[in-house]
């Protein structure tokens, strides 16, 4: 399953990958960082559900940012 999210900074990006390898398998990520903020957009390939990440990252302090902007990404729209 892919998806997109944001995170405030790239911390709880590191933060919420570490959570997410320990339960499933991690088949691509893409990170883009703002260039001026400390926000990151991601895109991950995930061998779970939405909603596992969802509670993962729901798991870690100060990563309400990731929760509410995880969204499934269809295959057209995933990036190279």
Do not use: W, Y
């Amino acid at each position: 399953m892919i998806c997109n999210f944001r995170a405030e900074c790239m911390l709880d990006v590191l933060r919420f990958i570490d959570g997410v390898s320990q339960r499933f398998r991690i088949r691509k990520i893409t990170l883009m960082p703002d260039p001026v903020f400390p926000d990151v957009e991601a895109e991950l390939d995930a061998s779970c559900a939405l909603a596992d990440l969802a509670a993962i990252a729901g798991e870690l302090e100060d990563c309400h940012t990731i929760v509410e902007s995880l969204e499934q990404v269809s295959a057209a729209n995933v990036s190279p």
